[in-house]
């Protein structure tokens, strides 16, 4: 029998690992890191272990050679305090994090790209051109009754998006869960998690996933009641084409899954306005809502606190004083071929796996000791875990809620926060 008082399992744990953001983990805190117990999947419980350590003797480093944590800041300042337009990569951050980030942003004149802005901004284009009707989280649970998933199998990026939003055992409106419809649209994606509870096989159309506009425009034609050439597009038969369309017709609350890095990157904002528009025509007669998986990485996370804090979304410019938003000219891998950045700043406290890329600019690492380097970088802060070490706040995928994120364990590093002031305190200093 288990002793409350006395056991380390800590339940009901909010995960930061991708933007389902579970709330349900059970992680044992005894031991040098944390063990994710009950409810997680395998990138829960390998985050959790790799990033959730207590580090011993993980020290800042100047040049590859340990320095205190003042002095690492005092260089990050000095770097800063002489860059043009420094650029912020990474990203990968709390509310917190992302917080402490734009102050320093804003004072070094810089830009913000997150790791998986390459994808966002041209799903947000597309959006910002034609709007959009997302729904949430709890919506697909308790009314989707058809789930076509364009491109993506869902668990790839969200590994629990079935377990704990599609075959669910509850939900309200005495709606049997274990009926709904669900159809992949796309080849080579793990499709078992489709399979309902009772064993009904879903609906996979295979093709070539950079063929996605081509079964986009079928869709949309056939919703429209427009001919359709061949009798076969995407060497399916027209007529399962033609089945889809008056599912989606019949469905009382239809859901269209999407996410942008599935796509190909060219393609992200055509197929997304093309999703977009499909909902717009169902829910002349019916309801239908699109639902993008998002979240990963802390993306949305950074993305509603540059908003709000701006009035922009990333890739805008401060360093002319005034905000310049630009998305196709002040992406980071742009600035930096280009030459038009003169530092690179990677701040990452929830992913440790992406590697700063290699730019030969003057580079400061804000991340945790784990993190993945090609290179060493001119300064390297190591910095806490927010959800494992650090209490925090983290946006889920549907952006209708954010997280509340446990400290579950203490750990001796700073957070990405307090680094970031330091260095902002260190530029005032000196007159930046
Ligand atoms: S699905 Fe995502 S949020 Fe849920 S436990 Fe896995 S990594 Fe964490």
């Not at 998986?116 to 051109?129: K, L, M, P």
């Not at 030969?360 to 784990?370: D, F, N, R, S, W």
């Amino acid at each position: 029998m288990t002793n409350e008082a006395t056991s380390t399992v800590v339940t009901e744990v909010a995960c930061p690992l991708c933007g389902h953001a579970c709330d349900d983990l059970s992680v044992d805190t005894a031991g040098k890191g944390l063990t994710v117990v009950a409810y997680g999947c395998d990138r829960a419980r390998d985050g959790f272990a790799r990033l959730g350590g207590v580090p011993t003797n993980a020290s800042a480093r100047i040049d590859g050679k340990p320095a205190s944590l003042e002095e690492a800041c005092a260089e990050a300042a000095r770097i800063l305090a002489g860059a043009q337009q420094p650029v912020f990569g990474g990203m990968a951050l709390d509310l917190n994090g992302a917080r402490g980030a734009m102050e320093l942003v804003d004072l070094a004149g810089g830009i913000v790209e997150h790791i998986n802005n390459e994808f966002g901004w041209r799903a947000s284009r597309a959006v910002q051109d034609g709007g959009g009707i997302n729904t949430t989280l709890a919506e697909v649970k308790n009314r989707a009754d058809l789930i076509v998933l364009f491109g993506t199998d869902a668990v790839s990026r969200q590994p629990r998006f079935f377990e704990r939003t599609v075959w669910v055992k509850e939900s309200m409106f005495d709606f049997d869960t274990s009926s709904r419809h669900i159809v992949y649209l796309g080849a080579g994606l793990n499709t078992a998690p489709g399979v309902s509870p009772d064993g009904r096989q879903p609906d996979v159309f295979e093709f070539d996933r950079k063929r996605m506009p081509e079964a986009l425009s079928v869709l949309n034609a056939l919703l429209a009641k427009q001919p359709v050439a061949g009798e076969a597009p995407l060497g399916i038969p027209l007529a399962r084409w033609q089945a889809l369309a008056d599912a989606l017709l019949a469905a009382k609350y239809s859901v269209l899954v999407w996410t942008a890095s599935a796509f190909d990157t060219p393609q992200v904002d055509m197929n997304v306005g093309a999703i977009a528009a499909i909902a717009r025509k169902l829910n002349v007669t019916t309801r239908c809502n699109a639902l993008p998986l998002a979240g990963n990485d802390g993306d949305s996370t950074m993305g509603a606190v540059h908003l709000w804090q701006t009035g922009f979304p990333m890739r805008t410019s401060y360093a002319s004083g005034t905000p310049k938003f630009d998305p196709l000219h002040n992406g980071l891998s742009r600035l930096v071929a280009n030459g038009e950045t003169d530092a690179l700043v990677w701040l990452s406290s929830l992913n440790d796996t992406v590697a700063p890329p290699s730019t030969g600019l003057p580079t400061v690492v804000i991340a945790p000791p784990t993190q993945k380097l090609d290179a060493e970088p001119h300064v390297f802060i190591p910095v806490a875990t927010p959800g494992m070490h650090l209490t925090g706040h983290f946006v889920r995928t549907d952006k209708v809620v954010s997280l509340p994120l446990r400290a579950l364990k203490k750990s001796p590093l700073p957070a990405a926060e307090q680094v970031t002031a330091a260095i902002v305190a260190k530029m005032k200093e000196v007159g930046a």
